[in-house]
């Protein structure tokens, strides 16, 4: 890949980059003064759906398309809810931006409230993180100051407020319409759908829920253009109708078993093996890899021989996993057991369920229960048939949960058994320990 020059990331580290002055030094807020001046919300909206913008928070959705499904005409209120839970384990796309860059965000927040006509917008950041939360709070303060919130901004007729929320703590709170009801103060229990947000959101008026890096990449598609963020990424798949097209830029998190873990910025469609290769200088110890969750927990497993997909938005779905999710790489080598890691991921979705729905409540449960006895070398062979067949049957997609939830947490217990069998089936006849090392053995 040719050199990238940061866009997302291009401030952090420099002298004052959290402040109001250091960021206006840099060019910060010219974009938004002009936006308010001269484009009306409706060219600011066009814009950002031309663009093929799509949300950075795991699901994908075009942003711009999901803007205009707010009511024509609505008197209001109309609401912009920020989502900073960013409960995904080994992701932290957003925590960066908040933490190093907070007015880069909260430009963003600006620009994509008039372009709804929002005149509040509620910033939901998870409970864990604090010093996000204290960031934020000050650069509110500082935007308060300069006139950038509040009545009449910049001298314009828009206005708007900018609210702080912390969260419940629960993974939850990271679906938007639980994350909907914990702002209003309620159990995060998500609602069902439809309606849907853009019609009946928060305190049952319109609203749109956005991460942190998706309004971040609004600034920049205002800034810099249409032809400028569709010229980075991936065009759609012409052999897939589905396939919006992957574009702009996109923080990638590489943790787990590799040299340098860290963020990085990167166009769209890098691919798995240069991600861990390039940027994360490869698996550490001097082992090889054995397989990888490509975006976060809830997106599945895959093996070392699939590291070549690229991780843009089909990417990962060519490999049966469940999407790009977060883009939250973690990397496990040759040493791991497989079954160690089913065990890691199962505990957390039984833990982190809600409860409301039957099918996600019980499957989760019993999911774990079941790796925890294969994991003691009590399992049997049709174990396996079992969590497969639970891992299917539970979930949004096929239509028995509420949210997607269930699908996360079914997705990385059918595809690790789906994709390293052979280890399970030798971990079954074995025992933990050498189950481990026949795989292993195996394998080299």
Partial sequence: MATYEPVLLRRIGRPECQGIEGYRAD??????????????????????????????????????LKWTFLPKGHPGP???????????????NNRVLVEKDPHQVL???ILASYAIRATTAYFYIRYEYGHGMRQMQKAIDEAYSAGLLGKNILGTSFSLDVFVHRGAAAYICGEETG??????GKRAWPRIKPPFPAIEGAFRKPTIVNNPETLANVVHIMERGVDWFKSIGVPPDPKNPRDAGSYGPKLYCISGHVNKPGIVELPMGVTLRELVENHGGGVWKGRKAKGAI???NSMGIIPESEFDIPLDFNGPGTVKALGLGTAAVTIFDDQTSIVDVLHNLCRFFAHESCGQCTPCREGTGWMLKIVERIRRG??????LDILE????RIGIMPGTTICGLADGAGWPVKTAIRKFRPEFESYLKSGPRQGVRLQMAQSH
């Avoid at 003064?33 to 950075?56: A, H, I, P």
């Avoid at 109309?78 to 932290?92: A, G, H, K, M, R």
């Avoid at 009590?378 to 174990?383: A, L, T, V």
């Fill in 27 to 64: 060019g910060g807020y010219k974009t938004l003064e002009r936006v308010l001046k001269e484009l009306t919300s409706e060219q600011v909206t066009n814009q950002v759906k031309d663009s093929g913008l799509r949300g950075r928070g795991g699901a994908g959705f075009p942003t711009g």
């Fill in 78 to 92: 109309i609401y912009l809810c920020v989502n900073c839970d960013e409960s995904e384990p080994c992701t932290f």
């Fill in 107 to 109: 430009e963003g927040i």
């Fill in 179 to 184: 994350l909907i009801e914990s702002l209003e």
């Fill in 294 to 296: 490509p975006g976060g």
């Fill in 378 to 383: 009590q399992g049997r062979r049709e174990d």
């Fill in 389 to 392: 067949e639970v891992a299917d």
